[in-house]
């Protein structure tokens, strides 16, 4: 299957099973259109015929195909079934928050439930039942989650140090992560983030009076001064060290790639600007016809990016335009997207276990508890055959190897199943995937 698209003003293609990516001119955009087909390359009677009609183009597919470097035979690769264990896990230390965010689809953290706060002993217990569902695995990875994951940070530490002790009794390695809205992060606690997590998540939405329409405190205050001075004080701390600044964007603000540049005119260096998923009948729901307005904008933040990105002082990083073809993961990561309810598990302040995160209160998708330590086999079926080998409608698309299949939680809340995509997220992440392959191509020929 052969992907062409125009970004930026220029024209491309992408060989999907081989990951040939080149930027080509007009002619051979013209011709590749022209022999391109589901299937592969067109009957050799048409390639002759249009042969006559662009003689230099079609030599050079000619010998791309022998070299086994364009319309590459679709591969009938079946990962792998999931050995059992697990190796990440996302912790929701705190059903509570102190934002009350618009959009927010924890119900302000408490997932349609109760306010919780998860126990240090939960908290070890959770570590203990990943360490001993591990296996030989020895990288394994603890995302602290909530609602607010600074309003337990008593439960945070226990975790912490007692994951420091597995580590030399179970000889693992716990990469620990957090996720966070700064509202609370003094310089204790950043102290022990910086010290203890591998990566720290903090969360604004960019322009002052964007993030402030929806990102209010309990009480309903603006929260932005705050959370802008305690995520900078983090960053500077934080120096070269992993760190991300996350923002939603939603139907508040279509005009995004401002908001991505605010965020990078305020200091930082590590961006990611999410889509927000909300149902139509939400007043700030994305929708289809607001699609060609956020394409529009995806390609204005990318040539932005292209030119903040040649001079130091200006750089940045923006998580959805990353790719990289040469070290990219192996072909059975590339088939079953982030492992939710395989190797990845959510675990509430109760132990239950959901599939990730956005499963946690439905509880068609409750797999188990920490404490029996048994996973519901019938969901772990399903999650094993959860990926793009089995998805016809992603078998076939062109962006198949960086989406892995999309988001399952979306997929049964916009279509009642894990296997069918929520399309308008795919459209999204199509369109940014052609901005990251323009903007590597680019880069790469400079
Ligand atoms: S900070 Fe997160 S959990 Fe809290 S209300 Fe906002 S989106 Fe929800
Ligand atoms: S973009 Fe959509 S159709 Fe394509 S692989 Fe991702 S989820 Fe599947």
């Given at each position: 299957m052969v992907h062409t698209f125009s970004c930026l003003g220029q024209n491309f293609l992408l060989?999907?099973?081989?990951?040939t990516l080149c930027r080509i001119d007009a002619n051979m955009r013209k011709f590749i259109d022209s022999v391109n087909s589901p299937s592969g390359v067109i009957g050799s009677g048409e390639f002759s015929r249009l042969r006559k009609l662009y003689p230099e183009e079609a030599d050079e597919v000619s010998e791309l195909v022998n070299k086994g470097l364009l319309f590459t035979k679709a591969s009938d690769f079946v990962p792998p079934?999931?050995?059992?264990?697990?190796?990440s896990m996302c912790l929701n230390?705190?059903?509570?928050?102190n934002l009350a965010c618009a959009y927010c689809f924890a119900d302000e953290g408490k997932y349609s439930g109760q306010k919780a706060s998860m126990t240090a002993e939960t908290a070890c217990r959770a570590l203990d039942f990943l360490a001993e569902k591990s296996?030989?695995?020895?990288n394994l990875e603890v995302d602290f989650f909530g609602g607010e994951p600074l309003m337990n940070m008593s439960a945070v530490y226990a975790a912490v140090e007692h994951g420091r002790k597995l580590e030399k009794s179970h000889g693992k390695n716990f990469r620990f992560t957090i996720t966070t809205n700064?509202?609370?992060?003094n310089d204790e606690i950043s102290d022990f983030l910086d010290k203890e997590m591998y990566n720290v998540v903090l969360s604004i939405d960019g322009r002052k009076n964007v993030h402030n329409q929806v990102r209010?405190?309990?009480?309903?205050?603006?929260s932005f001064d705050v959370v802008l001075q305690n995520a900078l004080a983090f960053r500077r701390k934080r120096g070269d060290r992993q760190y991300y600044v996350r923002g939603t964007f939603t139907a508040l603000n279509k005009d995004f790639a401002a908001d991505a540049l605010a965020l990078a005119d305020y200091g930082f260096d590590k961006l990611s600007l999410e889509p927000v998923v909300l149902?139509?009948?939400?007043?700030l729901a994305l929708k289809d016809s607001d699609l060609p307005e956020l394409f529009e904008q995806y390609e204005s933040l990318a040539a932005e990016y292209l030119k903040r990105r040649k001079t130091p002082e200006t750089w940045f990083s923006f998580f959805h335009f990353i790719v990289d073809l040469k070290h990219s993961p192996c072909l059975s990561k590339r088939y079953s997207s982030?492992?939710?309810?395989t190797e990845y598990v959510a675990v509430t302040p109760s132990g239950e276990i959901y599939?990730?995160?956005?499963?946690?209160?439905n509880a068609a998708y409750k797999m188990g508890n920490i404490e029996s330590g048994e996973i519901d086999s019938a969901l772990y079926e399903k999650f094993c055959a959860n990926n793009l080998a089995y998805k016809p409608v992603c078998r076939d698309c062109w962006a198949k190897y960086h989406?892995?299949?999309?988001?399952a939680a979306n997929a049964v809340n916009?279509?009642?199943?894990?296997?069918?995509?929520y399309k308008t997220a795919c459209a999204l992440m199509q369109k940014r995937l052609e901005c990251a392959l323009a903007v590597y191509c680019l880069e790469n020929e400079e």
């Open positions: 060989d999907v099973e081989s990951g079934k999931p050995d059992g264990t697990i190796k230390i705190c059903h509570n928050c296996g030989t695995r020895r700064a509202l609370g992060l209010k405190t309990q009480g309903g205050k603006d149902p139509d009948s939400h007043p982030c492992g939710a309810g599939p990730c995160h956005q499963f946690v209160g989406c892995s299949g999309g988001c916009f279509n009642g199943n894990i296997s069918s995509p």
